[in-house]
Structures are given as structure tokens and as C-alpha cells.
């Protein structure tokens, strides 16, 4: 099986880093092809790189398609894209914000959400209600870690995380979604450390995308998702 | 007062038409700019043409800017690229659905909305609950009738339209919001026609964009509409 | 284009106040009516106050009727007899408390309300519900600054406005509602001080007001505003 | 005990209908004071009306208080002024609509409300919401026959109402709650006829405010129903 | 009339504790049968406890009914199995945590719940989502004080709960609900000496009940409360 | 890995199905423990056989624990005992409606139930509204097709099946979920038939379960899950 996990953002370090959690999730049989837009924002950081990601973003998940993707993982907490790259794929398409939140609601009755930017807790909220987890993720915290932070060890980031973490449990939260894909290196330590499940987005996608691909379940093309008439408008960017 | 009207798809004569209807809402001391993406989809239809439409959007905004505009306008239905619009500008910028749906809310206490295309549904929806508006519009109807058609009596669209409304208007709608630029020329005899308040999102957009600029009321860049860091990346697509 | 006014209290200093602010946010052609209650509570504090207004604030809508208005202004935040004056009435009629949230959900994805008084919080939750904002609104604050005190220099009022709506700010508001027509000279300079968009409910209801006289919008006498059997009842109080 | 049942309009053949349905749900030691407003509309049929009873409401409110009444009972579907009552009265206070469907969530999991004017039906969906029970019931029906002619034989009124109530059951209510005190004769004989609860809110009310007064409960006058600063203001209308 | 108070647990002190504050509850021409699970766990805390306690619970209603019982009560504030006793009696069942919220919300805006273990939240707050109460419930406090410290004086349990209800007060509970039969007896005192409604559920359930049978409103057959096919499986247990 | 699939009622032959259905759908290195309860309905028909079938279903998980499962899967679409399932294990707990919810919210935006008895639904629409899906499944039907006529070719069941997800596409369904586990060898031939995803619990639970397994995540012990008390009473049954 081969899964694309598309990085929408132009920065190779970011691609390398996330196809290697990739590969960490995936199961013997699987091939993961990382791959990134390669016009657009070197990171997303609210709606406007939200936007200018998404032809860069759908050109890869076109390109993966001809390579013989059989699904595709958005590699970005805010799911940009999502509608769009359904409609455009017959295979499953999943965000890792949204494949993080599926499972921490199989493993809890509440969970937070710990992002790094504050810009990107309004999108987040949104996200949460679309996808029907209000009621599961009342709290949604941004650290305002720099990215590039946290993996600095005199930074105290995996510190500040685990107390924010803490801290939203004393309020209700059973289990963390980790909302950076900087974080991922953290679930695993922080899961023993803090008692709870702490769940990182790209792990969860890559294991839902096998799990839809093994299902046989592809995205309905009944209704939004229906195939568009413009596909080939993408070689124009 | 200067409000640009975007059309964020390429055909022209759509610009136009929407440069129209913009004119005849607007107040005498108002003038419109009908401008319209350079590149992408010469239609939106449905989440892909939605997401290949934003450079172009995003590029005719921040033109528009360049030429005073104090306001944009975002004469889809859809109104894609909104929280993205709203990050990149400090003016206000309204999509047209969002505009009809608040004005048919302090005109009623249900409305519903008749849009062309059933793969729109799907995001009206999602709209609908973003905006709060979930309880006073259960009802998002396609006619799936073409937009080429709308206008050529002999299809009948106005009578199918009509129909449709008051068949609404039996299952509680008190009032009807036209999802589709096309339509607007039907709203002010619909409106007295049927007996109810029919609204069109060109129209409503445009005086709202003239009511927050009148209030001095600008996008908020607490949280998700902070200036984005990357502008200049327009110049790449 | 006539915009009545209505202070649902009879105090005549309040009634004046409103009519100093209806008329800073008129557009050159209109002329604002600030007419009142002529019997009923001098202020309205809770819900026992907001009944015993309806018959004087009706009386006066149907007076400003008579005099040529174009559309009714209710200028109390609870938003006290919308329904029963949008039966009585074929003009738009808008409470300012609508008519501000409205407002802030186009310039924030999350705001606050600002008010004076505890007990008029609930009213204000179940408006707030009601109007579809909830999501929107999470913050309802009560200052507990007697109304007169608003405006003495000494008591620090102004300051105490600011702080709480900072306060709310870090707990993710990015947009602010001034919950008592009292507030509504400190808005612009708050909206300057604090950076985020602050927003008074007369000055947004009469620009509303214009605007959907403008577009021609009436309240639909479908359902729950159907022209009442009994309007001659009024005389009787 | 004494149980005020107010009929907040003028019509006294109303008040002694409402009367003896109360008396007939009375346990043998309450004693019903059926009382009504002296001025105001002489039957509640939309918002308009609903605002201009209440100060008759609240006036037949202090002096049932006056008599000695133990608790309230606003007899009217709607439950027009209940929390300008409830900041009027230390004692317990209870709309007949509010009390049916409480009784209808403690004997169904869905169930549906019949009442008479469509006009009423805005109303009573925001009644439902507020009160919670949006969920539970989400069929509001209006049957259009006149209150007069409720109880001609020859209207076949009930057996109208019997038929919609079937079909509200296949479209999945599991009881039904009669939105008007002229249907209260009904609800015995429609409950054994169809097989499902059917709840008449005059009766439900009068037993609820039994309860109420039972435990010692009161509103709480923390909050919107403090009690107000102007109560001798009832003396002028 | 008799009414059958059902301790889901085996812990018979708490039966007799339980049947005195029914009692108190009753009216005077009201048995109360106060019943047991002779089988299960000696204490519900938790959803292990709240499955196991359930072929005991059922038995025991099944012996009331044989006893004679018009109604039962569930003497478990999680009020678990409710469904089930539903289906399986043709007699009203109420959970105390359920009467005690419906109570509240006819006294108050806003409640709070006051519980003991933290491990309860999660099902009480889907039973106050379930039953419709999620706006007027949003505080739902865990003491952590062991139930049977509760009414030793030097544990200072009533001061604590007294302290906790007065600062959810301050964050807008109008009322608190007693989430745990133990604090039955605080009631009566905290409702006066903190100023607003404080309610127990076994007091709420008992008389609730006596309004449904004295409304002859019994559990709707037409759903998910049908009769059983298998009753006689009690037998087996 | 191995996953044990529990059927909660005493009936071979359905643990036999579900166990070839389980294994069609796990993965090479998987196996599937088929097990159920010793005592306790035949059937699961409603909430009271719901709550009867719990102690042999926990005592099931306990054993299949005891075997070395990995994961347990509740193979009933009502997800009976799933909270205290979770308690108990400190595995993850999967319920096979749960399941089949959250893999269509996956590949549709809006989807349907399709189940057998109209007695489950009340308690479909529970789950539904716990999980989150609310607005995404607004559709939950009822074919009251007998279980055992479910295989009998005569009986024309997948015909009417194949009816009831059309009829429900043409009100917005985009996918569908087979609520009965006896409908698990129609899913494939309807997807390709019907052209939309038809999505069975067992197969869709027992992927979870192994994706859940993977990735290392187990049911926090945070909150109501919290490891029980009393395990050892589930000797005594």
C-alpha cells in the first residue's frame, strides 16, 4: 500500500521530518511517499498561507495519484484543503488534525488540543465543531513555542507542554491532541510521563488512511465531493 | 467610498453583471470596483474550483487595496477565501452568502436558501452553522437548474424558483435567500410576488460593506485575521 | 429616509443621549426621531422593567409610524419587544442588541459583550442563543459601574471597561460589544486604545436600519410577525 | 395551597374554563384561585398580544399574592411574561407550555406539540430551545382549527388532531403535548385512544406548581429574576 | 399511592437513609416502598459499577410492581438504567439526578451540580446534555469528599460545599443540584443560608413521581421503551 | 495482535458470523477472538435487553483479557456497555456503531443509519448525538426487516435496503451504515451498486481497533474510565 503524506508547505526539512514520523506509523507492507508543494508558503500560519498552499497542495496530491497513491494525508494541523482534495481524489484523503481528533475520541471522553501559534486556535475551534468534537474539546491552548524551539533542549518546550497539559486535565481533558507536527516526537514520552494519551496528528492520519484504504471506503462523490470539471486547471499554476 | 466587488472566478461577463447589480445597491456616494481573478476556475463550483480560485481572489483584494478600495466584496456565494480576505486586508471584506444570510435573519425569524448546484449544499451547510445561522435555515434547496439557463424565459427558472420558495415557505421558511449571483435580477419581484422578503447576497453584501465602513469597524487582528507574514508571496502566483 | 429612535424608558435625558448618538451614525439624508415610553419604568433593569415597557414602546413605534418613519430603532440592549414590534410594524425594526452582535460576528470570530448590570446577563445569554451566537460569544460581562457613574472622570469607568475587555481578549475575544447605550461615547476611543473593534448598539442598529430600508427588506408576515387582529388595543393604555 | 391560575387575557369565559381544568388536576387540599388580567387582549395570538397583557398579567399575579397564593400558573401556551413573573413573585411560577414539556421529556424520548395558530409556532420553537427540549421535539404543529371550534362535534376537531398526532408518531414522536387550553378535554381520551401520552400543560402546570410549593423550591433571585426595583409602577397601568 | 425508591446498590444503611428522605418527601397518602438490589456492587461510582448494579435494579422494580408500586424511583444520582426500567414498566420511573435537574431548571437560569467523585463528571454530563440541560448546567463540580466523611462535623464537608456553590455562584449558578444522596439532609439549610435553590434529587424524584401518577402519564411504548420480549430473563439472574 | 470481538448476546450463530465477518476484515497478523456471553438475552432488542446482557458481556472482556485480546470490540450497532467496558480494560474498547459512525463521517459529510428495528432508534440518535455526529447523520431509519429474514432471498431485504439508502441519498445522504450486524455481507455489493460508501460495524471496529492497537493508545484512566473498584464482582454473576 502507498500513502502520500503531502506536506502543503514548502519547506524540505519539514517534508523529511514528517515522512519520517510517517514511516514510523506505518505498518511493514505500507510505502509512504512524502512529498510537498513546491510553490507557497514555506509554513502555514493562519488562513492566508491557509489559501496560498492549496494549489501547491492539490498539484502534489495530483502527482502522488500518478505515482499510485492509494491515500493521501495532508500534513498540516488545520486541515487545509480537505474539501477540496476529496473532491479532486478518488482515494481517501485525511488531515492529521482531523485524524488525531477521531482517535482521541476513542481513548477519551474529553480531550485539549495544544497548538503553538494563538493565530491558529480560531481555526482550530472551527475545525472542531465542523467535524461534531465541541462538546469532546472545550479547551484548545496555544503555546506560542517558536517551531523552531522545540526541539531545543535548553528551550524547556516538552516542560511547558506537559504542564499545559496538566493543567487542561485539572479542567476535564482525559487526552492531548498534539497540534503540531513539531510535537510528534513528544507523544510517546509524554503518554508514560503524564498518565493519559497524547495523541500526534501524523501517526493518527497515516493509521486512519490504512485503515480506510484496507475498508475499501473511498470519498463520496454524492454531493460536495463530487469529481470537478476543472481538473485540469492545475497545471496552470 | 470606494467598494470592491471580486469576482473570484475568470469570466468576465460574470464581473460585469455582478458590477451591475453591485451599482444598483450602492449609495450614491459609493463607488464600485468590479474586479475579478486574473487566473483560476471561470466558475465555482463546488470545494476545488473554491480552493484554486483564492490566488487569484487574494491578488485582485490586495489590487483593489492598491486602488482605495475601503471594502471588498466576495461575490461568490460560497464565499470562499474569507478568513483568508480578512487576514490579508484591514477593511472589511463580506462574502455575499454571509451577507444575505444576516440581513434575511433580522427580516425573519426562518429563511430558506435556493442555490443552483446540489454539490454547493454541502458548504452552504457548513456555512450556515458557521455563522450561527443553523436554526433559521433548515432548508437549503438546489434547483439544479443551469446557471446559463436562469435568465432565457423559456426554462422557466423564475417559475421553478417561485415554486420552490413558497414550498419552503409551507415547511415554516418566512423568507428566501437566492444562492446564486444569477438570480439576482428575480429578487425584488420574487419579494412581491410571493409575499416575503427574497434576498440577494450582491445587494446585501454591498451595504453592509458601506455600514461597517461607515461605522469605522474593521477585521479584528486578534486571532486567526493577524497580518499574515508572507504577502508578498501573491507576487508568485 | 426616517429612522425612529425609541427609548423604551421614559427618562428624557436618556431619550436625548440616544437621539445625540442615532444621529452621529445617520447618513446625511436621514433624519433620526428620538421619541420614548410616555409611561412605564425610567430605566430598564431586568425583565419586570422590559414587560412593563411594551405598551409605551409600542405606542411610540405606532406614533413614529404615523409621523413618516422608515424603519424603528429599539434602543434598549435587551432588545425588549422585537417580536411584538415586527408584528406591529411593516417597517425593519432592530434592537441595538442584535444589531451590534451582528456587526461584531462580520469584524471577529469570537466577541464579548460589555454591560452594566448581573441581572441583566441571563436576558442577554438567552438573546445571544437566540440570535445564533452563541459560539460566537461565549463572554457575557457584567461591569457593575452604576449607569450614572459612567460618565463621572472619577470613577474610572472607562478604565474599568478597558481592563475587562483586555481580560477577555486574552481569553480569545477579539472583538467587544458595549452592553448599555451609556458606553456608547467611550467606543471609538476604546477601539483605537485597545486595538480590537469595539462596538456600540445604537450606532450599529440605525446604520442596519439604513441599510435594510435601503435594500427594501420588511419583516415577512409569514408565521410569528403576522399583522396582529388587535393593534387598536393600544389606545387602551 | 392556594394555586393562582392567571389567564392573561380578558376573556372570562376563558378564565373559567382554565378554571375548572385546573381544579380537576388540584389535589384535595389546593385550592384554585382562577383569576385574569382586567385589561389587555382578549385572546393571545402571536407576539403583539403576548406583549400587551402583561402588564394585566402581572397586576393578576401581585393580587393573587395578595390572596394568599402559594404559587403561579400563567395560563397561556406561550408562557408570555414567565420571567418578568418570576421577578415579580417569590413564589413558585409556571407556564403551561414550560410544564408540559417537562412532563412529555419524563414519559418520551421525542414528542411532538399540536397547537392551533401557525402564527404561534415562531414562539413556541423558541420556546422549546430555551427551555431545552429542542431535541426532544422537534415536531411543532399548528392545526388551524379555530379555538371555537374546538368543541363542535361537527368540526371534528378531534378527530383532526387525533390524525396528526398519528402521523407526527410515524415520523417518530412517542407523545404529544396539546398547545392550547381549549384541546385540554382531549387529552384523556386521545392518550388511551392512540396508545401514547398525550399532556395537556394547564393540568401539567398546576401539578408542577404543587410540586414546587411541596419542596419549599422558589426562583432563585440570583440573577434575572431579582426582584425588581419598580414594582409599585404596576399601580399606574 | 405507593412509590418504590429503588438504591440500585446493596448497601442497606443507604436503602434506609434513602427511605427516610423519601418519606420526608411524600405526601401523606404516599407509601414509600424503599427497595434494594439484593445483587451487585455495594456503591455506584463509576459506568463498571452503573452496568453491574442493573439485573438487582430491574429485579427490584420488577418486585415493586408486584408489590403494588405506582411509580419508581431510581435512587442513583446517575440515574443509571433508566431506559431499561422504562421499557420494562408500564409505571412512570424517574432517575433522581434527572428530577433534580428538571426541578432546577424550573427555578433558576442556571444551576450548578455539586458531586463527589471526579470519576461521575463524564456521566453527568451526558445525562445533562441528554436531557436538554447543557446551557443551564454548565458547572458540574466533584468535591472529592468521601461519602461517608459527608456527615462527620470535623470534616467540614457542608462548609465545603457551601464554599463551592458560592463560587460557582459567582461564575452565574442561580441554584445548585446535590449530586449524591449523602448531602439529602444540606438541603434544607443551604438553600437558606446561601440565598438561592439548593434541591436533592430524592426529594425532586419522589414528588415528581406523585405528579406523574396523579396525571395518569405513564412511559410512552411507542419507541425505545417498548415492552420486552424477554422479561423472564430477570429470573436468571 | 489479537482482537476479541464480543458478541453481548448468547446466540452461537451470531458469534459465529461476527467472527467470520471479523476475520475477513483483520489484518494477516491478526487474530480474532470470537466470544460472547454465557448468560443474558439471545438478542439485544431494545435498552432492557441492553442493560441485561452487560454482565456477561464484561465478564466476556475479562476472559478474552485473560487470553492476552490486545483490543475488544463490543459487536452490537447499540455500542451497549461501552463506558464500562472501557473502565474495566485497560485495552482499547471499541463498539462497532461508534465505529461505523466515525469511518463514514470520514468519507462523507453527511451519511445515514440504516437499521433493523424502530424500538433501536431512540437509542441510535443517543449515540449519534454523544459521538458528535448529530448534524452529520440526521438520517436513522428503520427497515423492520426480521433478523432472520435478513438471508432468505425471498425476502427481497437487500432490494428494500438497496431502497432505503436511495431514498435517503435524495434527501442528502452521501454514504451509508448497516446498523445490524446480519447486514455485514451486504456492504460491499451495495457501495459498488449504490455508487456511495456502505460501511459495516464489525469490519469497521475490527480495523479500528487494530489502527487504535498500533498506534499504542488505550482508554484514559482520567475520568469516568478510571480503573473500577469492584472487578471481582463479576465472579458473583
Not at 475545525?127 to 465541541?134: E, I, L, P, T
Not at 526541539?151 to 487542561?168: F, Q, T, Y
Not at 513528544?186 to 497515516?206: C, K, Q, Y
Given at each position: 500500500?502507498?500513502?502520500?503524506?503531502?506536506?502543503?508547505?514548502?519547506?524540505?526539512?519539514?517534508?523529511?521530518?514528517?515522512?519520517?514520523?510517517?514511516?514510523?506509523?506505518?505498518?511493514?507492507?505500507?510505502?509512504?511517499?512524502?512529498?510537498?508543494?513546491t510553490r507557497g508558503p514555506e509554513a502555514i500560519e493562519g488562513p492566508f498561507d491557509g489559501a496560498l498552499c492549496l494549489?501547491?497542495?492539490?498539484?502534489?496530491?495530483?502527482?502522488?495519484?500518478?505515482?499510485?497513491?492509494?491515500?493521501?494525508?495532508?500534513?498540516?494541523?488545520?486541515?487545509?484543503?480537505?474539501?477540496?482534495?476529496?473532491?479532486?481524489?478518488?482515494?481517501?484523503?485525511?488531515?492529521?488534525?482531523?485524524?488525531?481528533?477521531?482517535?482521541?475520541?476513542?481513548?477519551?471522553?474529553?480531550?485539549?488540543?495544544?497548538?503553538?501559534?494563538?493565530?491558529?486556535?480560531?481555526?482550530?475551534?472551527?475545525?472542531?465543531?465542523?467535524?461534531?468534537?465541541?462538546?469532546?474539546c472545550p479547551q484548545i491552548l496555544a503555546s506560542d513555542i517558536p517551531v523552531l524551539e522545540l526541539h531545543r533542549p535548553?528551550?524547556?518546550?516538552?516542560?511547558?507542554?506537559?504542564?499545559?497539559i496538566l493543567a487542561a486535565r485539572d479542567r476535564g481533558a482525559e487526552a492531548a491532541v498534539l497540534g503540531c507536527a513539531?510535537?510528534?516526537?513528544?507523544?510517546?514520552?509524554?503518554?508514560?510521563?503524564?498518565?493519559?494519551?497524547?495523541?500526534?496528528?501524523?501517526?493518527?492520519?497515516?493509521?486512519?488512511?490504512?485503515?480506510?484504504?484496507?475498508?475499501?471506503?473511498?470519498?463520496?462523490?454524492?454531493?460536495?465531493?463530487?469529481?470537478?470539471?476543472?481538473?485540469?486547471?492545475?497545471?496552470?499554476?
Amino acid at each position: 500500500m502507498r500513502i502520500a503524506v503531502i506536506n502543503p508547505n514548502t519547506t524540505e526539512a519539514m517534508t523529511e521530518a514528517i515522512g519520517v514520523a510517517a514511516a514510523r506509523a506505518a505498518a511493514p507492507g505500507t510505502t509512504i511517499l512524502a512529498r510537498q508543494a513546491t510553490r507557497g508558503p514555506e509554513a502555514i500560519e493562519g488562513p492566508f498561507d491557509g489559501a496560498l498552499c492549496l494549489p501547491g497542495l492539490l498539484q502534489a496530491i495530483r502527482g502522488a495519484e500518478a505515482e499510485g497513491a492509494d491515500a493521501h494525508v495532508i500534513a498540516c494541523f488545520d486541515d487545509t484543503g480537505l474539501d477540496a482534495a476529496r473532491a479532486l481524489s478518488e482515494r481517501p484523503v485525511l488531515g492529521v488534525g482531523e485524524a488525531a481528533m477521531h482517535l482521541a475520541s476513542l481513548v477519551s471522553q474529553q480531550f485539549c488540543i495544544v497548538t503553538t501559534l494563538s493565530r491558529s486556535v480560531p481555526t482550530l475551534r472551527q475545525n472542531v465543531r465542523r467535524y461534531g468534537f465541541a462538546d469532546r474539546c472545550p479547551q484548545i491552548l496555544a503555546s506560542d513555542i517558536p517551531v523552531l524551539e522545540l526541539h531545543r533542549p535548553e528551550s524547556g518546550a516538552r516542560e511547558k507542554l506537559a504542564a499545559m497539559i496538566l493543567a487542561a486535565r485539572d479542567r476535564g481533558a482525559e487526552a492531548a491532541v498534539l497540534g503540531c507536527a513539531g510535537m510528534a516526537d513528544f507523544a510517546a514520552s509524554l503518554t508514560e510521563d503524564l498518565g493519559l494519551p497524547v495523541i500526534d496528528g501524523v501517526d493518527a492520519a497515516v493509521r486512519l488512511a490504512e485503515t480506510l484504504v484496507g475498508a475499501g471506503h473511498r470519498p463520496s462523490k454524492i454531493g460536495g465531493w463530487a469529481r470537478p470539471a476543472r481538473v485540469a486547471l492545475l497545471d496552470a499554476f
